[in-house]
């Protein structure tokens, strides 16, 4: 939810502060004021393109600051975005925009403080509004969520799941299949150059820790000379001493000798003495070792060049096969499982042959399953699309989906020809609009949402054939349309924050009321438990203006200045008389006739917003529902 909005020196405005409630927010004022520059605003701050002409006469940059509230489905899909490149917040459920663009043409873009790419605030900003007029942000144009939608709708995500699984598993067995069915001649030289690998690995009949002990006993072999003399002179310095200077094993000796008479004399000196003697211990263990040592010590040119070879030997092999010798013995293990499967991939090429057969027919019979419950869907949501939008005043429009399929030799089997390549869905049934072709092969494409591609249909007047929505007219009859699908749609929509800019556009006030009711409707949800949305419109009809949960008027106003006079925008938040006073100048008098409407207008609308919430927790009758579903829906 968009909670804060600041603004400063963004074309006409200045500065500009708004805080933004829950439910319905209504925005009016006189054409000019400034009310579109508002949601331009919006629009800058969620990534879309901008110059320098969109500065303030006489700043040298302007700038927008969001805050939005992110719900807990929002906060999965943006923190992980936040989180991979480290723009996390102080707190999780706010996320914090920022966009300032100077004269000199420099564009910065801000994600809580940081400095981002024009291109990563969009897919941080990606699926938090919709604008819905001419806008990129307008997710109902974007063909590839229309399946989404769909499936949304028709609650079909575990089947698509399902459907998704099985696509994956199909996808594995033949990347495999693929890398078995490559060209029998090159199969063959990776075979024999396995093979020599192997041997040569294997002939060096190498051991894990071996490479460790020879780099060991290298040093030991080439310095074999000095080595024993350095430990003759140790033992001799401990064993036999010089002639005027006495072992280290006698002056020792005779330390112990004083140290026990001295401790018969003072008991105190036994701890001393035992020190001493296990002094004596560790140097008569010391000496033993060294004999060890020195017999061990071998001069052997012969066993220093074998050590020297072998150390090349598995160098050369960790050159080639890894950086150890346990890398080395890895790679051996895993050419032999490769060479393996090469001697026996025809009889592997069998296995995985039936298994992609099993696989795609088991797909074929869940893809077909989830299309034909998306047909039904299609034709329901057609149906009651098609009753809001003659609620607003667009008699004789119809809804419609489009389904595609595309031929393929790689494609899934499907089990007959009957739903052909196209066919539309509409509210008044199934058509099939291309069949197959004689040549086919009755296969198609698929990935993880199944085999068909979904586009939504319509047509704005009677008489018109379906289209395609991004070709359908623009200004009021597009946001009513949007109006429509939000509210049929909206218990499975993910867009918390809509925006409608002048919806009113060629409609009168008695279908102006209806719209305010659709859009308060769409603001507060079904019931407890449909998803609430932001509602942000801007309106020039009482009737629609009425609905708000929060009425805000942009005033376009001269004001004096040092350099001259100079116009600003600014918004007030009307309540009470205010209010009163608005809706009647909307109306187009000042008089105490326009007052009474306008104060009709607001209590007619307490009473449907009354009503609606009695309605809501009434047992209902066919007839109440189908009238609630004609408004709530």
């Known amino acids: 939810m968009l909670l804060e909005l600041r603004i400063r020196d963004f074309a006409i405005i200045d500065a500009l502060d708004l805080r933004f409630c829950p439910g319905l927010t209504v925005l009016t004022g006189e054409t000019g004021a ?28 302007g700038l927008i600051e969001a805050v939005f509230r992110l719900e807990p489905d929002q906060r999965a899909k943006v923190s992980s975005v936040l989180e991979r490149e480290g723009l996390e917040g102080d707190d999780a459920d706010l996320l914090l925009l920022g966009r300032e663009v100077r004269l000199n043409k420099r564009n910065i873009c801000r994600v809580n403080g940081r400095t981002v790419t024009l291109t990563l605030l969009r897919e941080v900003t990606d699926g938090l509004v919709d604008i819905h007029g001419q806008s990129e942000h307008l997710s109902l144009l974007r063909v590839p969520e229309h399946l989404n939608l769909l499936d ?14 099985v696509a994956r598993q199909v996808a594995q067995v033949r990347n495999e299949l693929k890398e078995l069915r490559r060209d029998e001649r090159e199969l063959a030289h990776r075979a024999d150059l396995l093979k020599f690998q192997i041997d040569e690995i294997s002939s060096a009949s190498l051991e894990a820790e071996e490479e460790e ?15 024993a ?6 033992l001799f310095a401990i064993e036999e001493g010089e002639p005027q200077t006495p072992s280290a094993s006698d002056l020792l ?14 008991p105190s000196l036994q701890p001393l003495l035992k020190d001493a003697e296990g002094i004596g211990f560790q140097l008569d263990e010391l000496t033993r070792q060294m004999h060890d040592y020195q017999a061990q010590i071998e001069y052997s040119p012969q066993r220093l060049q074998e050590v020297e070879e072998r150390l090349a030997l598995i160098g050369r092999l960790e050159r080639k096969y890894g950086e150890t010798v346990e890398d080395v013995l890895a790679y051996a293990e895993e050419a032999e499982r490769e060479l393996d499967t090469i001697q026996h991939s025809d009889e592997r090429i069998l296995e995985l042959e039936a298994e992609e057969a099993d696989l795609l027919s088991t797909f074929s019979s869940r893809a077909v399953e989830l299309s034909e419950r998306r ?15 003659a609620d607003l005043h667009m008699d004789g429009a119809r809804f419609g989906a489009r389904f595609t399929r595309r031929p393929t030799s790689e494609g899934v089997p499907l089990p007959d ?10 509210s008044t049934g199934v058509q099939m609009t291309e069949a197959w072709s004689e040549g086919d092969r009755l296969r198609v494409a698929f990935d993880d949402s199944g085999i068909d591609r979904v586009e939504f249909l319509v047509s704005a007047n009677p008489g018109e054939a379906l289209k395609p929505m991004a070709k359908i007219a623009s200004g009021g009859e597009t946001s009513r349309l949007m109006l429509a699908l939000k509210t049929v749609l909206s218990r499975v929509d993910e867009t918390r924050t809509l925006i409608f800019d002048e919806i009113d556009q060629g409609i009168g006030g008695r279908v102006g009321a209806t719209v305010g009711e659709k859009l308060w409707g769409l603001a507060v949800g079904e019931n407890s438990t449909d998803r609430e949305h932001q509602v942000l419109c801007v309106t020039h009809l009482p009737q629609l203006a009425g609905f708000g949960d929060q009425h805000l008027r942009v005033e376009k106003q001269v004001e004096r200045t040092d350099r001259g006079e100079r116009t600003v ?8 008389a205010g209010r009163v006073r608005e809706l009647a100048q909307m109306l187009g008098g000042v008089g105490e006739a326009a007052r009474r409407s306008a104060e009709e207008i607001l209590a007619d609308v307490a009473a449907r917003k009354a009503g609606a919430g009695e309605e809501a927790g009434e047992q209902e009758t066919p007839g109440t529902k189908e009238k609630r579903e004609s408004v709530h829906v």
């Open 34 to 61: 400034g009310k579109s520059i508002i949601v331009d605003a919006v629009e800058l701050v969620l990534g879309e393109w901008a110059d320098s002409t969109i500065v303030r006469t006489g700043a040298d940059r």
């Open 152 to 165: 949304r709708y028709a609650e079909l995500q575990p089947l698509r799941k399902a459907v998704g699984r």
């Open 213 to 227: 002990r020879l780099r060991e006993e290298r040093p030991r072999l080439a310095n074999a000379e000095r080595l």
């Open 229 to 234: 003399e350095l430990t003759r002179e140790a």
């Open 253 to 266: 000796g005779a330390a112990l000798r004083a140290l026990d008479q001295a401790a018969r004399i003072d």
């Open 375 to 389: 047909r039904d869907a299609a034709q329901e949501l057609a149906r009651r699309v098609e009753r809001e939008l």
């Open 417 to 426: 020809a009957t739903s052909g390549l196209a066919f539309q869905v509409s």
């Open 569 to 576: 925008t600014r918004v007030r938040t009307l309540e009470g």
